[in-house]
């Protein structure tokens, strides 16, 4: 069974199409090889391990999120290489920030939460009309503002809360109240 091939006088390719298959297979393989050596990957990979082309390790296939239309059904790049990338690409896009640009900022804070001054915090706090980064701040500071909606006076209303002044409404007339502000 030979190909259709309209260069060639009789119409048909020269080898038959097992052995251009095979043929392909085996310069495929080659120049693989030859591309790994070239970047100094050691071309064997134990059987059910993976290199990954990011950190440049061998993993074991457990360490590869799955993917359906890959040929050896694992992404390319390990579930490590693949998280960097992710927070990366995500204070990038949401926020405009390099992990420079951020770092930077935290060792302005130094080091600890703009707000309650836990160290450790991972949370970048913008203003969610004008995408504006304020700081960075804790889990729980970060998520207390959305809470309360970016309002300052409902934060105040909440310390006063806190520090034991009662909301309470003042009668004006029969049944109209005004409200403390």
Same mark, same amino acid.
């Given at each position: 069974?030979?190909?259709?091939? /309209?260069?060639? &006088?009789?119409?048909?390719?020269?080898?038959?199409?097992?052995?251009? +298959?095979?043929?392909?297979? %085996? =310069? !495929?393989?080659?120049?693989?090889?030859?591309?790994?050596?070239?970047?100094?990957?050691?071309?064997?990979?134990?059987?059910?391990?993976?290199?990954?082309?990011?950190?440049?390790?061998?993993?074991?296939?457990?360490? =590869?999120?799955?993917? &359906?239309?890959?040929?050896?059904?694992?992404? %390319?790049?390990?579930?490590?290489?693949?998280?960097?990338?992710?927070?990366?690409?995500?204070?990038?896009? $949401?926020?405009?920030? /390099?992990?420079?640009?951020?770092?930077?900022?935290?060792? +302005?804070?130094?080091?600890?939460?703009?707000?309650? #001054? $836990?160290?450790?915090?991972?949370?970048?706090?913008?203003?969610?009309? $004008? @995408?504006?980064?304020? %700081?960075?701040?804790?889990?729980?500071? !970060?998520?207390?503002?959305?809470?309360?909606?970016?309002?300052?006076?409902?934060?105040?209303?909440?310390?006063?809360? #806190?520090? @034991? !002044?009662?909301?309470?409404? $003042?009668?004006? %007339?029969?049944?109209?109240?005004?409200?403390?502000?």
């Amino acid at each position: 069974m030979f190909a259709r091939c /309209t260069s060639q &006088s009789d119409g048909l390719q020269t080898y038959c199409r097992q052995c251009t +298959a095979d043929y392909a297979k %085996a =310069w !495929n393989a080659r120049k693989r090889a030859e591309r790994r050596a070239l970047k100094g990957i050691p071309v064997p990979v134990p059987e059910g391990m993976k290199r990954c082309p990011g950190c440049n390790e061998v993993k074991p296939v457990s360490e =590869w999120h799955r993917h &359906s239309r890959s040929k050896d059904g694992l992404v %390319a790049r390990c579930k490590a290489c693949r998280k960097v990338d992710g927070r990366r690409h995500h204070l990038k896009r $949401t926020y405009g920030l /390099t992990e420079a640009e951020r770092d930077a900022m935290l060792k +302005a804070q130094m080091g600890v939460c703009a707000i309650c #001054l $836990t160290p450790g915090p991972e949370h970048v706090d913008h203003d969610h009309k $004008t @995408g504006r980064v304020r %700081a960075i701040l804790c889990f729980n500071c !970060n998520g207390g503002l959305g809470q309360f909606k970016d309002r300052p006076d409902l934060l105040r209303r909440g310390a006063d809360y #806190l520090e @034991g !002044n009662v909301w309470k409404p $003042t009668l004006v %007339a029969p049944g109209v109240y005004r409200l403390p502000s």
